[in-house]
């Protein structure tokens, strides 16, 4: 007998024993694993046809704006440059650096896409002289500028369900040396296999057996996007077989080319907290404050090495390991021909270069965010906001926040331990667009929870007092700032009985006295006589014409602020003034892209008619005297007198409350302190409120206030009866009226004209 006989009998003989179980599994094939083949490939193109991700919706601040000749100093330039997480570097030749010489500053901006467009990438110079920006140019041409944006500041991510943070990108749009660079570090072969690579395991297998420990992995690119698309990563042999059967049907379904655009948005790179930072372009912001397209070759070889474990070679956390790796990397670049000797060795001998505040940027303004949020609810569904990969561009001002947060924590400290249970509240706007620059609801500026500039509902006390000038002042045929008030002693009947008999601060009455001093003094008699001439209602009326839907009281105790509202209330109603009469809400939100950087919503100002433009004008004159000779005369004494401003103590019963508004040429400004308890805090709007504005403006770039004149004439008054006088008469004082309504009738002073024209009295 043949060897061939032989074999073949001894198939035959095999064939009758292995016969019942190859059918057997021949039909388990056709019966299970057909129908799971299918199952898998429906759920892979369900997910893949249509890949998706949730992308948080990233919060920006304001981008500041330079522009020549504008207010600006060191201290809040460095505040913006620090909130945009600009890093100094001696040539600022890369976006996102900066370098300081003296009062010459070169900024490299980063490329950014704002409500109007892209920004390109572009170095400017800057110079600071006596408090403003006194040159600007383009640092590279030498061409001067007369504005220029900076990209604005990241201030916070709204994550929905997966906390991942992840900017998506084409891969046409990942440097090319990436790209190639992955694929010979991670999977050479990536072009030939077909989603399993049984060499590369093999070699795996001989390596990690070697060395008696794992250091080679065998997966596939295609296989890593399994890992982290479809399956968890336990390392059960059930989950192996998943993971190979899922990566053969990606690719016979797929083109190379989807499979990598795909890949390179989905690898896992690196934690923060519970925050996931996914794909190269997140990562690139997440460790160098930069766009991916920006970085250089030891930068794009750190990513790569990363991909190996985000954990094992965190650069943050194992520098040393981190640059061990990145050099390997580098290694198998200039081996496999993909960067040249000399490139590597320059490459090698680089530091690990992570900025270290290039990290994701948390949300450090809760209680601004609190309103971005109210604001937004009106146009997006929660939803929307969270995972739609939304830019939201806000006003926010860094500079303006950091000052303000400064403002309160010096203020409190002041205190002493008068300050230990105090709280605090600011709201900062645009005093002339409405755009809230700043707000603050806590004396812990970065605590979430009770927001009190939103929420917290206080007496104002005498910060209504403009307001009700501002009502008799628009009948100017009525009322004027000369017009003469009673301030002497008041008691009237209460509705639940008994008697109101208020009193003035300094427990004196002054009988007739101009109403301008009634204001600049916060004289409350006087103030309670005129509301009660105009009638409470009107007051009442005007107040509720701003839509605060708070209840408004309509007793007489109103006129002295006994009615509640928030901090961001009452810089809704002295937006009024300081826009020059004119109704602004208050937005905090500028406009918003889509994830492709396509506008969605823009919100633009609307501003109300400006009926009372003559009567918001005298009364934000007299609160200029406030700030000179009146109850804000800190603000004089401090030396900002120069800044002209406008503004008004208030102080609910009991100093309860201490309250200060004021405003500039463009910046108004409403602080708050008190106690959560409703407990005295012994201070008053003086001491307290007008404090923390003055700490505030001492450091922020401001302009002084100018009042406008149209519509408005001054006249010689004798300051005791309010009528038209002579300049050359004792006694007088020029006071601005409505044009046309000023005291016709002149008062003579005989003795005084002889004695100016005998020189009596001069010097």
């Not at 059918?23 to 083949?37: D, E, H, M, T």
């Not at 990536?190 to 049984?198: A, S």
């Not at 303006?400 to 947060?405: D, N």
Request: charged letters at 20%; aromatic letters at 6%.
């Amino acid at each position: 007998m043949t060897v061939l006989s032989r074999t073949g009998a001894a198939l035959r003989v095999l064939w009758r024993w292995l016969r019942i179980p190859f059918l057997l599994g021949l039909g388990l094939a056709i019966g299970f694993l057909v129908p799971y083949l299918l199952y898998l490939d429906r759920e892979v193109r369900s997910r893949f046809d249509d890949l998706s991700w949730q992308f948080p919706s990233r919060v920006y601040a304001r981008p500041l704006e330079l522009v020549r000749g504008m207010p600006m100093n060191a201290a809040a330039l460095a505040a913006e440059l620090d909130a945009a997480r600009y890093v100094d570097e001696a040539a600022a030749s890369t976006p996102g650096t900066f370098h300081r010489d003296g009062e010459r500053y070169t900024v490299s901006r980063r490329e950014f896409i704002y409500l109007d467009g892209r920004e390109r990438a572009r170095r400017i110079a800057l110079t600071l002289a006596q408090g403003r920006v006194a040159a600007l140019a383009d640092a590279d041409s030498g061409a001067a500028l007369e504005r220029v944006r900076l990209d604005p500041a990241r201030i916070a991510t709204l994550y929905g369900q997966s906390q991942q943070d992840r900017r998506v990108v084409a891969l046409g749009e990942v440097p090319p040396l990436l790209v190639a660079g992955l694929q010979a570090v991670e999977d050479r072969d990536f072009k030939h296999h077909h989603g399993v690579n049984l060499a590369a395991i093999a070699r795996a297998a001989w390596a990690n057996l070697a060395a008696g420990r794992l250091v080679q992995g065998g997966s596939t690119l295609t296989q890593q996007l399994v890992k982290n698309l479809f399956l968890d990563r336990s390392q059960t042999l059930a989950r192996k077989l998943n993971e190979a059967l899922i990566a053969l049907i990606i690719e016979a379904r797929y083109d190379k080319r989807r499979i990598l655009d795909a890949y390179t948005n989905e690898v896992f790179l690196g934690q923060q907290g519970a925050q996931a930072v996914h794909g190269f372009a997140a990562a690139s912001e997440f460790y160098f404050g930069r766009e991916l397209r920006t970085l250089g070759t030891s930068e794009i070889a750190l990513l790569i090495g990363l991909v190996q474990g985000p954990s094992l070679y965190d650069p943050r956390r194992n520098p040393s390991g981190a640059l061990a790796r990145r050099n390997v990397v580098l290694g198998v670049l200039r081996d496999t021909g993909l960067i040249d000797a000399a490139t590597c060795s320059a490459a090698q001998a680089q530091p690990i270069g992570i900025a270290a505040r290039a990290v994701l940027p948390r949300d450090r303004y809760p209680a601004f965010l609190d309103l971005v949020r109210r604001q937004l609810t009106q146009d997006y569904a929660g939803a929307a906001l969270s995972d739609a990969g939304l830019a939201i561009h806000t006003t926010l001002a860094p500079a303006a926040q950091a000052l303000g947060e400064a403002a309160i924590t010096q203020t409190l400290a002041g205190l002493g331990r008068r300050g230990d249970d105090i709280e605090a509240a600011l709201v900062v706007t645009g005093a002339r667009d409405g755009e809230v620059r700043a707000l603050i609801g806590s004396r812990d500026v970065d605590a979430p929870g009770f927001n009190r500039a939103l929420d917290a509902l206080r007496p104002i006390g005498s910060l209504v007092k403009p307001f009700v000038n501002l009502v008799a002042l628009a009948q100017p045929q009525r009322y004027s700032l000369a017009t003469l008030l009673d301030d002497s002693p008041i008691d009237l009947p209460q509705r639940g009985g008994g008697r109101w008999q208020p009193r003035n601060d300094d427990g004196q009455v002054h009988g007739q006295v101009l109403a301008v001093d009634a204001l600049v003094h916060s004289w409350n008699l006087a103030t309670i006589n005129l509301g009660q001439r105009i009638g409470v209602e009107r007051v009442r009326g005007f107040l509720e014409s701003f839509g605060l839907e708070r209840n408004i009281n309509p007793n007489p105790s109103l006129l002295l602020g006994a009615t509640e509202l928030s901090p961001f209330d009452v810089a809704r109603l002295y937006q009024y003034l300081a826009a020059d009469g004119h109704a602004l809400p208050l937005r905090a939100v500028r406009g918003v892209l889509d994830a492709q950087g396509r506008p969605l919503t823009r919100y633009t100002l609307r501003s109300g008619a400006g009926d009372y433009t003559t009567a918001a004008r005298l009364v934000t004159w007299a609160m200029q005297q406030v700030a000179v000779v009146g109850t804000a005369h800190a603000i004089n004494d401090a030396g900002l007198g120069w800044l002209h401003a406008a503004g008004k103590t208030g102080t609910s019963d009991s100093q309860r409350d201490a309250w200060f508004a004021g405003f500039s040429g463009d910046t108004l400004a409403v602080a708050w302190l008190g106690r959560d308890d409703n407990r005295p805090t012994t201070l008053f709007g003086a001491t307290g409120g007008l404090r923390v504005w003055i700490e505030l403006m001492r450091r922020l770039p401001t302009e002084p206030l100018t009042v406008p004149t149209d519509g408005i004439e001054e006249v010689v008054v004798n300051a005791a009866t309010g009528q038209r006088s002579s300049a050359a008469c004792s006694g007088t004082r020029v006071l601005p009226f409505a044009t046309g309504y000023g005291p016709l009738e002149e008062e003579s002073c005989p003795l005084d004209r002889v004695k100016a024209w005998l020189g009596v009295g001069e010097r």
